[in-house]
T-cell receptor, first 109, second 113 residues
Framework: GQQVMQIPQYQHVQEGEDFTTYCNSS?????IQWYKQRPGGHPVFLIQ?????EVKKQKRLTFQFGEAKKNSSLHITATQTTDVGTYFC?????????FGTGTRLQVTL | EADIYQTPRYLVIGTGKKITLECSQT?????MYWYQQDPGMELHLIHY???????EKGDLSSESTVSRIRTEHFPLTLESARPSHTSQYLC????????????FGPGTRLTVT
């Protein structure tokens, strides 16, 4: 089955620092979605990437889809405490999503 | 905010008991999903449904069963709970097509003693 690894597993940053999480797949992906889960909460959809090399921005968040469609990244500029949570990539398969291992982000003042 | 509900939110139950976790959505979504998630870990798909009378097993083997008699309702049943079933169970739904975003319910945190 499809395997999706995210790195790092955990990152602790000071508020104002940048943060990046990477999602790597063993197979070529059709689409990929990103979700955020706050501590004690449920996953919330952030974005979907479809095209090779696609870059999308949401305020301080920048999402990229690799040229070969085997990897993706999420970059947060100038983190804030509200960014705390776990970020999951989720490649879209033929009939379902496969969630990545997730990257837990901790932000301190 | 998505209209997808799960009850109960928390459940502590003894080994051997039968339990049903409820999930309902009012968005008219055809696709519904059940995920199992241990604290701080990834989500594992255990069941999904494309519509009424359609159910499929997910990637993670589970002793639970599901039914889809009505579009809005997708309950999950454990016939005989065991401590290994202790986990959080998240229900989700999405519109037509797998590329549609999934909306998650608040989850049921199950503890089997």
């Amino acid at each position: 089955g499809q395997q999706v690894m995210q790195i790092p597993q955990y990152q602790h940053v000071q508020e104002g620092e940048d943060f990046t999480t990477y999602c790597n797949s063993s197979t070529t992906l059709s689409n990929i979605q990103w979700y955020k889960q706050r501590p004690g909460g449920h996953p919330v959809f952030l974005i979907q990437l479809v095209k090779s090399g696609e870059v999308k921005k949401q305020k301080r968040l920048t999402f990229q889809f690799g040229e070969a469609k085997k990897n993706s990244s999420l970059h947060i500029t100038a983190t804030q405490t509200t960014d705390v949570g776990t970020y999951f990539c989720a490649p879209v398969g033929a009939s379902k999503l496969t969630f990545g291992t997730g990257t837990r982000l901790q932000v301190t003042l | 905010e998505a209209d997808i509900y799960q009850t109960p939110r928390y459940l502590v139950i003894g080994t051997g008991k039968k339990i049903t976790l409820e999930c309902s959505q009012t968005m008219g979504h055809d696709k519904m999903y059940w995920y199992q998630q241990d604290p701080g870990m990834e989500l594992h798909l255990i069941h999904y449904s494309y519509g009424v009378n359609s159910t499929e097993k997910g990637d993670l083997s589970s002793e639970s069963t599901v039914s889809r008699i009505r579009t809005e309702h997708f309950p999950l049943t454990l016939e005989s709970a065991r401590p290994s079933h202790t986990s959080q169970y998240l229900c989700a739904s999405s519109g037509r097509g797998i590329s549609y975003e999934q909306y998650f319910g608040p989850g049921t945190r199950l503890t089997v003693t």
